[in-house]
């Protein structure tokens, strides 16, 4: 329920949108949309969505168990779900009615809604969105890195009728991909973070990854805006997509000079950014929490997305002091005080060539203290195709460059890196994220600076856990 009493969906209206047929004792409303029973909320209606490992139909007890309002479930798998005290709503699939929900949500909508694309980058800007726009009306936005073809529509389904500003983050690892889902979310911003090496194994080259994205120009509002990277080589090819999906104005972003939204100067350093920008040919002075180049970059899309959705310029120009780094995109912990402390930078959520060149540069800003090092713990970079090899080894270019002391490596793809390290800077080489732990917690050294960093696979996030953990006990 919003401040005004009023539900996400009232029953007639969620009916009407996924063409369901009601059984049993049907409630009045419903308060959010499910499709996991470990976070529902009582009141949410329960959509059992079939996903690669669990079909949500399992679950549909444990909704009940938990207060849903409902759930919707399939009509082939009515006869197995066996007698359920929850009001049910039957439909042909369940995905298409969560979609069908999704598109009379945009349909209801008032919000001016923005799209995020890209290959890095997307929830680190979605995030400093939502902060630039919070004083400037009601946010609603993706949680976590909701982009795919269940996220998205789930995401917009739960878009209350009075939010005025709807941030959407969509992903693909696939050509084709985003095309449908842009088409439910409409835009009237689009934003192209970057285009970098990520998911290449499934494309023959980084153009082929670019013109994927550029999909997300296809199904814009009539005053859509693109908003482009105009630093990345793939600037042109982009411009001319959105130029060909009709879209009249396009506005862009980054370091190069004449950028609508101009990063004209910028001083990095170990906790923080200092920008100087210019926007309508106004000079403004920023600092940013987060630290590297990238941050500020996306900060630039971030405030370019801002103001052309309508947000008022001093408020998220103001607004921008509250931003801070996302958990594994780059968060640093400090543990202990003085020359012996150590940080730990949490970089565990995902990784590719251009995240990695990121992170290490980050590292490098690091001034270890007292006895302490500079430690990486890599782990493999996922679907990268026949590149990896390359991609893996290219990594010494940036260990070299942020002066990088001590690297351990964990998974199968980066074994490679191992040649190029020499046997100083090789801490070692493990088979699995568990296997480090008991070395590396026995070679932490006071004043040490740590970044941990691998695709999500490598659950990496584990061994952030364990080090802030035992760093904590102390
Ligand atoms: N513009 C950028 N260039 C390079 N690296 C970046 C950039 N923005 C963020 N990163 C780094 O890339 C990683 C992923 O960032 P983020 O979660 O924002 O990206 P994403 O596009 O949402 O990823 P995913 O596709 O996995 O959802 C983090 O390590 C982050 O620090
Ligand atoms: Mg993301």
Aim: glycine share 10%.
């Amino acid at each position: 329920m919003n401040e005004h009493g009023e539900r996400l969906w009232n029953l007639d209206d969620f009916l009407d949108a996924t063409q369901g047929r009601p059984i049993g004792d049907m409630p009045e409303s419903v308060d959010g949309i499910s499709i996991d029973t470990r976070t529902l909320e009582s009141g949410d209606a329960f959509f059992a969505i079939k996903g690669d490992q669990f079909d949500g139909h399992a679950f549909v007890t444990n909704a009940a168990g938990k207060q849903a309002a409902l759930a919707v479930v399939s009509e082939d798998k009515l006869a197995s779900l066996g007698s359920v005290s929850l009001p049910l709503i039957i439909v042909h699939d369940v995905l298409e009615a969560m979609e069908k929900l999704a598109v009379a949500a945009r349909r209801r909508s008032k919000a001016k809604i923005i799209a995020i694309t890209g290959s890095v980058g997307k929830t680190s800007t979605k995030e400093m969105l939502r902060t630039l726009l919070a004083h400037c009306g009601k946010v609603h936005a993706s949680l976590a890195s909701y982009n795919n073809h269940w996220g998205v529509p789930l995401t917009l389904s739960r878009l209350r009728a009075d939010a005025e500003f709807g941030i959407f983050e969509i992903g693909m690892n696939h050509p084709g991909e985003i095309a449908p889902l842009v088409k439910m979310v409409r835009p009237h911003v689009a934003v192209i973070t970057t285009i970098a090496e990520a998911h290449l194994g499934f494309f023959e080259n980084v153009s082929e990854i670019a013109i994927a994205k550029g999909e997300i120009f296809t199904s814009m509002t009539k005053d859509g805006v693109a908003l482009i990277n105009r630093d990345i080589k793939q600037y042109n090819l982009l411009s001319k997509m959105a130029a060909k999906a009709g879209i009249k104005r396009i506005e862009t972003f980054g370091a190069k000079r004449g950028a609508s939204y101009w990063l004209k100067e910028l001083t990095v350093s170990a906790e923080c950014s200092n920008l100087q920008i210019q926007v309508d040919g106004k000079k403004m002075d920023l600092q940013l929490g987060i630290a590297g180049k990238h941050m500020a970059v996306n900060l630039m899309a971030a405030l370019g997305a801002a103001l052309l959705a309508g947000g008022e310029q001093e408020m998220v120009v103001d607004a921008v002091t509250g931003i801070g780094a996302v958990k594994g995109r780059g968060k640093s912990m400090v543990f202990g005080e003085g020359r012996k402390a150590i940080t730990l930078i949490d970089e565990s959520y995902n990784a590719n060539p251009a995240s990695m060149a990121a992170s290490m540069q980050v590292l490098g800003m690091h001034g270890p203290t007292a006895r302490g090092r500079r430690v990486a713990v890599l782990g493999d970079m996922l679907e990268l195709g026949k590149s990896s090899k390359k991609l893996h080894k290219g990594l010494i270019k940036s260990i070299r460059e942020a002066k990088i002391d001590r690297v351990w490596l964990v998974g199968k793809e980066i074994s490679v890196l191992a040649d190029e390290l020499n046997a100083g800077e090789l801490a070692g080489h493990f088979g699995s994220i568990e296997a480090i732990e008991e070395p590396f917690l026995k070679d932490l050294t006071p004043g040490d600076v740590i970044m941990i960093k691998a695709s999500l696979g490598i659950r990496s996030g584990k061994l952030v856990t364990s080090v802030a953990k035992h760093l904590a006990d102390r």
